[in-house]
């Protein structure tokens, strides 16, 4: 990740879950956020969504990642599995 990247509440705050977006090939995406408090990332880059005319279109950015994080999430809790900040 990318070490100048500034630190952004309420992100960096030890009670959410922060979310970083990467590029199909893997990358960091350049407007995500990066840094060790950064707790999960998904794709969040040409990410197929529902356009205002009632069509599809391809579109970036963390907001778009955060159902991914959403469902691994409610994956773990379903499992039963217990996770904290550190794991």
């Known amino acids: 990740y990318r070490t100048s990247n500034p630190i952004l509440w309420p992100a960096?705050?030890?009670?959410?879950?922060?979310?970083?977006?990467?590029a199909p090939t893997?990358?960091?995406a350049p407007f995500s956020s990066t840094g060790k408090y950064v707790d999960l990332v998904a794709p969040g880059v040409a990410i197929i969504t529902t356009g205002g005319d009632g069509g599809y279109v391809a579109a970036n950015g963390t907001s778009l990642s955060a159902p991914f994080v959403s469902a691994t999430a409610a994956l773990f809790w379903?499992?039963?599995?217990?996770?904290?900040s550190g794991e």
């Open 78 to 84: 379903n499992a039963s599995i217990t996770w904290n």
């Open 26 to 28: 893997s990358i960091w």
């Open 12 to 22: 960096a705050s030890p009670y959410t879950i922060a979310v970083g977006a990467v």
